[in-house]
């Protein structure tokens, strides 16, 4: 077994049709006299999106598949819904692997380092266009940024797939080791992430793009920090996005997401699809870590569990965690 070590700690619509008169130059509503505008749908209350995104997380099938989980939305100012289903096994604080979801730390990492302006190079490492991408994900405990690089062959460069999108932790790895952090131990990435995002995340080893070790609670401290606009990355979401799916964009090399055509920008899938998508941004990790931001940049959530199988877990999480995220937004549970 894994011994995994933390260091934590609807806008209102109103119209008026008017037509003009005949030859008595007067105006005419349409309405006749005294007769009441329609009424005007009014969004949720808060009691009525918490009730709903509570009985989609504990009832909707979907959600009973990746049962038991952790789930929390809430908005810049904090949680306004949140809870343990399927018993107590996670909570906001219990420590976990997040694999994947590692991809938007890095991605706000980098979009810090460089002021929220990000040049060629930046935006094809952010969005595995870099050309590298013959990375394994073995990097172990006493491990530097470099020596993780070079020994899954992730400093392999391929000409031919520069500009193509290709899934694989090297481009972030590769731009690590570019930019000073070349011998950075799994420490050293930690308090990095702290100084520079004000995040708490260990690892054992420094994968960029899948090591980090955190609690529900210091993600959606980062979340909320990005709602607030205080992390640059805030600018960056959605930008710039990279056609991800080989079977539909001839730009694209290779993607773990194949039942859907998602998007890719600065370490996290713009949720796009053209029918199932709605515009939120999200980084699903392989253990079913998926935490959200949705398209209007005003609410965030996650979906937070454990689940080493191997069988595309964070899309599984993803599947559940949008349909809680579509109740709470429109208050009619999923």
Same mark, same amino acid.
């Given at each position: ?147 993780? /690089? ?31 952090? &070349? ?14 995002? &004000? ?7 420094? %994968? ?14 980062? %979340? ?11 600018? /960056? ?19 773990? %997401? ?62 559940? &965690? ?13």
């Amino acid at each position: 077994m894994r011994t995994y070590q933390a260091i934590f700690s609807v806008a209102t619509l109103a119209g008026q049709l008017v037509a003009c008169g005949g030859g008595g130059g007067g105006s005419d509503t349409g309405e006749p006299p005294g007769a009441a505008s329609p009424p005007v749908a009014s969004a949720p209350d808060a009691a009525t999106r918490r009730t709903a995104a509570e009985t989609t997380a504990s009832a909707n099938g979907l959600c009973r598949a990746v049962s038991p989980f952790y789930f929390e939305l809430g908005d810049r100012d904090g949680a306004q819904v949140s809870g343990s289903v399927g018993g107590d096994t996670y909570t906001a604080q219990t420590v976990m692997p997040i694999a994947s979801a590692s991809k938007w730390l890095f991605g706000a990492y980098v979009a810090e380092v460089k002021g929220g302006v990000l040049d060629q190079a930046d935006v094809r490492a952010t969005h595995m266009l870099s050309g590298y991408a013959s990375m394994g994900n073995a990097c172990g405990t006493g491990s530097t940024v470099a020596s993780c /690089l070079t020994a899954g062959g992730g400093d392999t460069y391929t000409p031919a797939k520069l500009d193509r999108y290709h899934y694989n932790s090297a481009h972030f790895q590769k731009w690590a080791v570019d930019h000073g952090m &070349g011998e950075m131990s799994g420490a050293d990435v930690s308090r990095a992430y702290q100084t520079t995002l &004000g995040v708490t995340a260990a690892f054992n080893g420094p %994968l960029l793009a899948g090591g980090a070790i955190t609690t529900p609670a210091n993600y959606a401290q980062f %979340l909320r920090r990005i709602l607030n606009s205080q992390l640059k990355i805030a600018g /960056l979401l959605g930008s710039a996005p990279a056609c991800t799916q080989p079977a539909s964009c001839p730009s694209a090399d290779y993607s773990p %997401l194949v039942a859907e055509a998602w998007h890719y920008s600065v370490g996290h899938w713009v949720e796009d699809d053209p029918v199932t998508g709605d515009g939120s941004v999200s980084s699903a990790g392989a253990f079913g870590f998926y935490p959200w931001i949705d398209r209007t940049r005003s609410v965030y959530g996650l979906l937070a569990r454990v689940d080493a199988s191997g069988d595309n877990q964070g899309y599984a999480s993803a599947q559940c &965690g949008r349909l809680i995220r579509k109740a709470y937004l429109s208050g009619v549970a999923q």
